[in-house]
Nanobody
């Protein structure tokens, strides 16, 4: 059974940094087409934050470009999200996602990130 477990969330002041980590078990992160981070703020739809493909290509939502960095450690089977220059609007629950191949989709339970002004 595949499990994705997020960690690293917490409370930080605006301008600060946090590093989230997603640990996968039951399946290699390289077996997914894409590993990604999403977030959902109260009253808002879940949105993609960043993703990394099996081949290592990365992409970011526009508000995160230059502030967030997605990376992976294949030996540890983890995908991390380094978040710098955090803003109050980054406050949300952050979810790890593994997608593909085909219609396969796995989600973690989420980790809360709160940025105070």
């Amino acid at each position: 059974q595949v499990q994705l477990v997020e960690s690293g969330g917490g409370l930080v002041q605006a301008g600060g940094s946090l590093r989230l980590s997603c640990a996968a078990s039951g399946r290699s992160i390289l077996s997914f087409n894409t590993m990604g981070w999403y977030r959902q703020a109260p009253g808002k739809q879940r949105e993609r934050v960043a993703a990394i493909t099996r081949l290592g290509s990365t992409n970011y939502a526009d508000p995160m470009k230059g502030r967030f960095t997605i990376s992976r450690d294949t030996a540890k089977n983890t995908v991390d999200l380094q978040m710098d220059s955090l803003k109050p609007e980054d406050t949300a629950v952050y979810y790890c996602n593994g997608n593909g191949p085909s219609v396969y989709d796995a989600w973690g339970q989420g980790t809360q990130v709160t940025v105070s002004s």
